[in-house]
């Protein structure tokens, strides 16, 4: 099996119909349009419209300008202000696709990963009550010591640092032990 074909067979292992479809109804729930039937996810994303309609709904003029005609390039402009807006709405660097993970289909379950992404930073933007995608992120737990409690802790042994109790690895043997000789 050629290289390529390998790395097309990891990538396309790592796809969730489940999560995709998770994803479609959301993106559907958001805009309150249904994908053209028949049509697969990756084709109904790949020119970047529905996603900036999406970012646009979310968060209004994200995206102010969407190209629904010209080449390629035009096309691949869209996913990239996508892109950018969505970097701006607060969703991680690390969590967004490449273009060309999309406009290739190369990985379309890093798109899927960076829509969940996306649906989970809805939940920090009070201005949105439409619907969620994903876990709700955890919240801050700040908690504050007193100093006598910091010292207290510091006395202790952590388990994580482990403790033998006073052994020690004398009299163990593992197999014959080490002979030198001299002479021969």
Known sequence: ?????????????????????????????????????????????????????????????????????????????????FQSAIKAYGVPDIDVFQTVDLWEKKDIAQVVSTLFALGRETYRHPEWNGPYLGPKPAEECKRDFSEEVLKAGQTVIGLQAGSNKGATQAGQNMGAGRKILLGK
């Open 1 to 81: 099996m050629s290289l390529e074909r390998q790395v097309r067979a990891k990538l396309a292992s790592k796809r969730s119909p489940e999560r995709e479809k998770e994803a479609q109804e959301w993106i559907e729930a958001v805009l309150g349009a249904k994908f053209p039937p028949g049509e697969l996810f990756e084709d109904v994303l790949k020119d970047g419209t529905v996603l900036c309609q999406l970012i646009n709904k979310l968060k209004p003029g994200s995206v102010p300008k969407i190209n629904t005609t010209g080449g390629q390039f035009k096309m691949m402009e869209n996913i990239t202000n």
